[in-house]
């Protein structure tokens, strides 16, 4: 989609919710955004302010599928969608251990995986009889290559990917974009908790800027930077074991909750 004027961004609340915010905002854009933080979110929409762009915001957890159709089907309702943003994720790491606890792993698929999911499902559906509209779905790199730390967010991530991609077979033949995003490590609040190893890490400005500008395109996929996206093609040429060894060796590690940083 060129020139999208109505968009619904999910995770708005910062990161690169609230990036893609500053890219799209000008005068005639209407946004639709909904986070957890009221006060994040006042943040990104005084940044749509001031470029000109009127919004409406709407604060519910994304694991709540009625609140998250309800807003969809309202945002649809006042202003024709044209661009739908699956954003909000979360990360989380192993213990110890070296597992993850449940409780972790099954908030990681609820977030990443079914919200994001749902959000997809009812923005095409809304779309459909329009045959016009674009969704976007924010998967990650790690689901090219499993994070040896964040398992779940590894498998979240390519489940979305995976998704992504069957959508946007089964709607190109009626007028919908469906495009997957995959991202490497981006200077977000989520980055602030991870230690180690970061290749290729990109400002958070810089990444939103070059997702609009291919977004315009209507790719099958985004995925940057290209430092990750060699490394990972490498990776899958080596024997399995040299592959995992590597991958060991160059993990990152996500801190517990306690030392996040506020």
């Given at each position: 989609m060129k020139d999208p004027v109505h968009i619904a961004i999910?995770?708005?609340?910062?990161?690169?919710?609230?990036?893609?915010?500053?890219?799209y905002a000008a005068p005639g854009v209407h946004f639709f955004l909904c986070g957890r933080n009221s006060q994040e979110l006042e943040k990104t929409a005084h940044i749509a302010k001031e470029k000109g762009a009127e919004l409406n915001l709407e604060l519910f957890d994304v694991t709540d599928p009625q609140a998250l159709e309800?807003?969809?089907?309202?945002?649809?309702?006042?202003?024709?969608?044209d661009l739908v943003v699956a954003?909000?994720?979360?990360?989380?790491?192993?213990?110890?251990?070296?597992?993850e606890s449940p409780k972790d792993m099954l908030q990681t698929f609820e977030v990443n995986t079914?919200?994001?999911l749902h959000t997809a499902i009812v923005a095409a559906s809304l779309m459909?009889?329009?045959k016009k509209g674009q969704v976007a779905l924010i998967s990650s790199q790690a689901a090219r290559l499993s994070l040896v730390n964040a398992p779940s967010y590894s498998a979240s991530?390519?489940?979305?990917?995976?998704?992504?991609?069957?959508?946007?077979?089964?709607?190109?033949d009626k007028g919908l974009e469906v495009t997957v995003v995959c991202p490497g490590y981006l200077k977000t609040p989520m980055l602030e908790t991870f230690t180690g190893p970061l290749?290729?890490?990109w400002d958070v400005d810089k990444a939103a800027n070059y997702i609009v500008k291919k977004l315009r395109l209507g790719p099958r996929e985004i995925k940057f930077p290209w430092i990750l996206n060699r490394m990972i093609d490498f990776l899958d040429f080596l024997p399995q074991s040299w592959a995992e060894g590597m991958?060991?060796?160059?993990?990152?590690?996500?801190?517990?909750?306690?030392?996040?940083?506020?």
């Open positions: 999910t995770g708005a609340s910062g990161g690169l919710g609230r990036a893609l915010v500053k890219c309800n807003w969809l089907t309202a945002s649809d309702g006042a202003k024709p969608l954003n909000a994720g979360i990360c989380r790491g192993i213990g110890d251990d070296g597992l079914k919200a994001m459909l009889p329009r991530k390519a489940a979305v990917r995976n998704y992504g991609h069957s959508l946007r077979c089964s709607m190109a290749p290729g890490t991958s060991r060796r160059f993990s990152f590690k996500v801190k517990p909750a306690n030392e996040k940083k506020k």
